[in-house]
């Protein structure tokens, strides 16, 4: 693999001013293949700022975003080919079952839907294929969410607190899934209040600090 | 490139998903149906339902009842979507925005105008309508409706980040439904006086094929602001 | 053109120039206004028919053809921010939309003004007050949708977005109100019109309706500075421009 497709996203001079707050300044980051990133800082320091801003979602204020060296904003279809975001709130359907959720997912990024009851098993939801999402609790949701990263194409995860509300043992095989996925020369960035277990020379840390106005 | 990817999956996806939604939460069709009938009454009662005056007023107050009650089921198109996440889920998609939005329209239009198209003549029986009138209201409804959903789609976008974005939302869509419902209301009438309405028809249609066109990139840009 | 409108796109540049142009502005005005409603008022000749009612015409056709024509201007910046990224647009559509808002309330009242000696009632729903009063309502709009965001460069969007469905629409609503209007009330209510005007009535409009013009320059270009202000208040040059104003 050469250093230019290694390179896979880049941040230029980003910053980011929410509600005539600057939350941060200045900042460049590259991620390359097999990366594992930790976005940590305290509350409102702007990690899911950072987060959105990278998916596209939020504009930064000055600064951009290229995948594969374009801009982000020129090459939506490919960029969001190869991009997969938890944001905080899981994007699951209270009036849909757990396997139509699922399934209407996998639709919406082309993935095939044949496998979605082995997926459910991946993230212990294994028996409630057919229960209404609405029953289900938080930490559910959040696996029906979840399980698509057991099947996914998408090379650049980015996660917004995926362990919230998961129990321990769900936690661990996240944990490995992650590892699983940057091995295979994924890029995950994410962003969580615990300690990641992972050793600490796979993953790199990034700390966001509050910025006070010039 | 991900081979299995076509825009027609994924339209199919989303009309089937929201479908599937609309008839789980049946209220949300039938209470829009409710306040068409029950604005008509209104309309009845308080003029003084004499028949000639029905007669007159019937394809303005028809259609006007039927503006509302759109405007009052659009909010649902993608507050819901917006507030657990899976709008963000959308517009991630790889799939154009352009399709996803055409999608959520066309499933909104299907729950919500169509039921009421057909409710449309017993409420035309009820107001007095010319007979001759009726096609001409089936007609208009049929091609203006798409229209009222098209650009009431574009208000909802433009609020849905809103906490308080009811009665904004009419502010900002109703003077737009203004031409859709004066070509409307005119070809009924003309139609009630045995005059030619397809010139009428023909605008009608040609809105409807401007708005199909245009409106779509208006919310996906308003739904990308929203989402910011 | 681009790179000599560049640097007028940094926001400090802009405030000083605007400012610059105020004053100049409100000579010209005040200049034409003083002159225009002069001649207009009090020189110009009485309409055989109307009398001397038709003097409000040098009020009520100025400030209806502005309240279009700052629709335009706002689309137009509305164009520029979605397209360009340019956050100076931002400060230009909340500038402009409550000076084009109040531009179209004159033309309305105005123009039930001048209805009352003509029909002998305040309000017909005659094709241009129905059309002022409908750009009225996508004015107040704006104006409602761009107070409704916390976020002002949200907000900003947002309104870029509806100002350019409006302009697109504002012709479609405007002929179709027209028909709407010979439709049911018959080709009789022309006055607005004014087919062919006697040069001495054209040149005090002509004039007027560059003093309001001008007018409306100076108005939103004030307006631009605090919007500009407001939305750089983080910076530097502001913060020193405060403390320089302190001392």
Redesign the interface.
Known sequence: MNTSSSLVLTADNLSCIREERILFDELDLQFKNGDIWQIAGANGTGKTSLLRIL?????PENGNIKYKGTLIGQC???Y??D?L?L??????????TVL?NLQ??L??????TDQCVQLLEQVDLYGFSDTLAAHLSAGQHRRIALARLWLT?ARIWILDEPFTAIDKQGVKRLEQRVLEHADQGGIVILTTHQDLSLPTSRYQTLTLERVFAL | ??P???YR??FQ??LS?DL??AL??RDDIVNPLLFFIIVITLFAIGVGAMPNVLMTIAPGVIWVAALLSTLLSLERLFK?DY????L?????????VFILVLAKIFAHWLVTSVPLILLAPLLAMMMNLHPDGYWALFLTLLLGTPILSL?GA?GVA??V??K??GV?LS??I???Y??VL??AT?AVDAATMNSPYQGHLAIIAA?FFASLI?APF?VG??LK???? | MWKWLHPYANPEVAYHFTGKLIPWFNIIAALLLVVGMFMGLAYSPADYQQGETVRIFYIHVPAAILSMGLYFSMAIAGFCA?VWQLKLAHAAIAAIAPIGAAFTAIALITGAAWGKPMWGTWWIWDARLTSEL?LL??Y??VI??GN??DDKN?GA??VS??A???V??LP??HY??E??NT?HQGATVTKFAAPSMAMSMYIPFVICFFGFAFLAGSLICKRFQGQVLARNSLRPWVKKMALAEEH
């Open positions: 998916a596209g979602l939020h504009e939506n279809e490919e969001h080919q991009l975001y944001g905080h709130s899981p994007g699951v359907k209270a009036e849909l139509e209407f997912n639709q919406l990024c082309g993935q095939n194409d | 490139m991900n299995s990817l076509s999956k994924a996806a989303i998903r599937t939604i789980r939460h819901n507030q657990d996440g899976s963000e889920q959308l517009l991630l998609s790889p799939c154009p650009l574009i433009l609020t980040a809103l308080k974005g904004l502010l900002l109703l003077p737009l203004i031409p004066i070509l005119a809105l245009t208006a840009a308003a602001v929203s989402t910011n | 979605l409908i309502f996508l107040l709009g409602a949708l409704a965001f949200q969007k947002a977005v509806l350019l469905v409006g697109v629409n479609i609503i179709s109100v028909w709407w439709l």
